[in-house]
């Protein structure tokens, strides 16, 4: 057991910066996300920009007042990526301007994909001839597949072809960039190859069509996913009701007939609003008249129904469930615990883990890396691979991903140069995080864990100590005086309650309902004075009374034998003593949760070393450690509240990464100061700041369930990186023909683009099936 002593405090005053939210579109991969974040970073007043390309969101954190959004987004449309600045809308508003726009998204892909399929079809059927001995008339003609391939090229080619144009342009290459620099090419060369057939080329028109038809694919099928992994939030979003009844304040006899349907973002704070059986909450607000049962599950992730009466909080977007009542609002607008909720998950979804600086430095160039690969393979391989390696050019025909090439050192340099250019797969690289961070936070937000972001996500990781605060965390936070040690056991009890009446602590709680339940008056006093951690004094009845811990009374000169004072070892003490002298003490008692010694017994199994942390006596601490079977020296007691923060602080500076578990408020400054501090029993405080995950349930158990959830996330998003690094690594020296010396094997442009759409696609799945995980 160790004793921290109260260390000098300081007060550091920093204006924090301003934030602007910018929705972006035309992103298409890692490469477009570095381009933006370089842009908005470029501009003046900018601190820092951090671009999601699965929530096609930017946040900006700049200097107040220095930066104007529109100016943002009207250098970022300029620079090819339509961008609108956030306005302060209603969140139902802007989910519902993205959900439109998301469908009409899909309506064009599933355009583009239906024509690109019908042309694959047609393709693959003038292909058949090869196959049965004859050729199919028209649809095995050269003409007929040189129109098919125009039109792949004209119709849903269009715009990757354009996007990819312009973004070389711009100097901020694409993966339209490559997929449509090697359509074209392959378009071309065939095209050659049929106006000039005395050249003896190959033509193969059918490489644009199907590399065209794969990548729409797969286009699609990822689009389709990243809007499943951000359906939680939306979800969320859509449980705010759009109207509210407003009615007149309550009297005993309101009725539906004199309640007005509003617009629930038009609700002020107090006015009145009536909640019928079945419907949501539209804000947060207090019951004034009636009682029933609330369905919190959305908030907490609990499913039992919670009863609510007169003085009870519910929060905008929980569902009454048994009967009609009143409720007066004291939280509207961004306000309420629903808004802050999905402020804090879509703040959450932007915040990148740094283990995805990597895939962000590796983006910045890879397009032109894969150009220039491009390029040397085409090079090598016209120069002096077919000099070399003089048997590749023999006509030769291999089955599924292999290709007819033939002996022309020119086309065979040329399919290799597209198979590179089509494989390689920044999507991949941008997705790798986004995606699992989009998905491992929706499924927290639905069980009540709210997780920060993807760099929370890393440090959960790498934490090797978790360390709890006692009172309200470990034990109920609602202890029960116990003893009552002294000559006259009722004066003491009241004048420690009227000492008490002047303070809102647990303690001092326990203290008055003890009163209460004995029936004993409070006595008049006046001077009312608390030093938080230590004790409260007051004059009463003209003397000096003094009700706290043994310190607070050392601070007051008075000395008492501590032999002479009976020991109560597994309680906390309390002191009372009336001018200067000790007048008794006051056993109270918590008790510990019931998922107390369970929690700490799985955090153990998972490898992790659990302390307690409270600045109370060590006897008491000490017996709460052995019921959990934690050691003395994980053990930190008579902490002061200003001293925890230094306590943690004492940990760290051991080379130990630590998780404080806290109350989310008193524990701020130890929360702050942790490498991950999680806030307890947050309810409605939600928007706790220090907290790097807040558990909306009042359950010690989802500390596990938050660091599972935290582990779980960031593995997957260590093996969307393996895979799109392991995939692309891999990939591209096949597609440049690696293999094709020793094996024989060698990858069409088709079946490359095949391979690049299933790479994006894979990854994003991946992500989601961290829903099953946690069903």
């Excluded at 408020?665 to 307890?680: C, E």
């Excluded at 060698?746 to 799945?765: D, K, R, Y």
Aim: proline content about 5%; some cysteine; aromatic content about 4%.
């Amino acid at each position: 057991m160790q004793v921290i002593p109260k260390p000098e405090t300081t007060t550091i005053n920093h204006s924090p910066p301003e934030t602007i939210t910018l929705d972006v579109s035309g992103m298409k991969c890692a490469g477009c996300v570095k381009a933006v974040e370089r842009q908005l970073t470029q501009q003046t007043g900018v601190i820092s920009a951090r671009v999601n390309l699965a929530t096609e969101v930017a946040t900006v954190e700049c200097q107040t007042n220095q930066v104007d959004p529109n100016t943002l987004a009207q250098k970022l449309t300029d620079n090819g990526f339509p961008t609108q600045p956030r306005l302060d809308t209603s969140e139902t508003d802007a989910a519902k301007k993205q959900t439109e726009r998301h469908r009409q998204e899909i309506k064009q892909q599933i355009w583009r994909i239906a024509i690109a399929s019908l042309l694959l079809i047609l393709s693959g059927i003038g292909h058949l001839g090869h196959f049965i001995g004859s050729e199919i008339p028209i649809l095995g003609n050269i003409w007929f597949h040189a129109v098919l391939a125009t039109v792949a090229l004209l119709l849903p080619g269009r715009e990757i072809i354009i996007d990819g144009a312009r973004s070389m342009l711009r100097n901020a290459p694409n993966m339209n960039t490559l997929v449509g620099l090697g359509a074209v090419t392959a378009y071309t060369a065939s095209i050659i190859a049929l106006l000039f057939p005395q050249l003896g080329w190959e033509c193969f028109f059918d490489e644009p069509v199907m590399i065209l038809g794969f990548i729409l694919l797969g286009k699609t099928l990822e689009q389709q996913a990243r809007y499943r992994a951000a359906s939680t939030l939306q979800s969320l979003i859509a449980l705010q009701p759009a109207t509210a009844r407003l009615v007149p304040a309550p009297n005993g006899n309101n009725n539906s007939s004199e309640s007005v349907e509003i617009p629930a973002s038009r609700v002020k704070v107090g006015e009145y609003l009536q909640v019928l059986p079945g419907e949501k909450f539209p804000v947060d607000g207090e019951i004034c008249d009636g009682k029933t049962t609330v369905d919190e599950s959305m908030l907490t992730g609990e499913s039992i129904p919670v009863v609510k009466e007169f003085g009870a909080n519910v929060a905008a977007g929980t569902i009454n469930k048994s009967s009609a009542i009143v409720i007066q609002a004291t939280r509207t607008g961004s306000e309420t615990t629903l808004a802050q909720i999905v402020k804090l998950v879509e703040t959450a979804q932007t915040r990148k883990a740094p283990i995805q600086n990597l895939a962000d430095t590796v983006a910045g160039y890879f397009t032109y890396g894969v150009m220039t690969i491009a390029s040397l393979t085409f090079l090598f391989w016209y120069f002096v691979g077919t000099n070399i390696w003089s048997h590749v050019l023999q006509t030769s025909s291999h089955e599924g991903m292999m290709m007819t090439h033939s002996t022309s050192p020119l086309l065979l340099s040329l399919k290799l140069a597209i198979a590179v250019l089509v494989i390689a797969c920044p999507c991949a690289l941008g997705l790798a995080t986004p995606t699992a961070i989009l998905v491992g936070s929706g499924v927290g937000a639905q069980r009540g864990l709210l997780i920060k972001g993807g760099d929370v996500l890393e440090k959960v990781h790498e934490l090797d100590t978790v360390v709890f605060d006692k009172t309200g965390t470990l034990t109920t936070g609602h202890p029960t005086v116990t003893d009552l040690v002294g000559d006259n056991p009722e004066w003491l009890l009241q004048v420690a309650a009227t000492v008490e009446s002047g303070a809102s602590h647990p303690l001092a709680e326990a203290i008055l309902q003890k009163a209460e339940e004995e029936n004993v008056a409070l006595l008049p006093a006046t001077d009312f004075y608390t030093e938080p951690g230590l004790g409260i004094s007051a004059v009463v009845d003209g003397k000096t009374a003094l009700v706290g811990n043994w310190e607070w009374l050392n601070r007051h000169q008075i000395i008492v034998e501590k032999e002479n004072i009976p020991t109560l070892t597994s309680k906390t003490t309390v002191y009372v003593a009336v001018d200067g002298v000790l007048v008794g003490i006051i056993g109270v008692s918590d008790v510990l949760r019931n998922d107390t010694q369970t929690t700490v017994k799985r955090l153990q199994n998972m490898g992790l070393r659990v302390m307690l942390l409270t600045g109370d006596r060590s006897s008491v601490a000490v017996t709460i450690a052995q019921q959990l079977g934690l050691p003395a020296e994980d053990v930190l007691a008579e902490v002061p509240p200003e001293g925890k923060a230094q306590a943690i602080a004492t940990l760290q500076s051991k080379g130990e990464k630590v998780g404080m578990v806290g109350d989310g408020i008193n524990d701020a400054p130890a929360l702050a100061q942790a490498n991950v501090g999680i806030g307890m029993q947050a309810g409605t405080d939600v928007a706790v700041e220090t907290a790097d995950i807040v558990l909306m349930q009042d359950k010690l158990m989802d500390v596990v369930e938050s660091i599972k959830l935290s582990r779980t996330t960031f593995n997957k998003i260590r093996q969307n990186l393996f895979w799109a690094f392991a995939y692309n690594i891999v990939g591209i020296p096949v597609a440049a023909g690696v293999l094709l010396p020793s094996l024989g094997i060698i990858l069409s442009p088709s079946a490359a683009g095949a391979l690049m759409a299933f790479s994006s696609v894979s990854v994003v799945t991946n992500s989601l099936l961290l829903r099953s995980t946690f069903r």
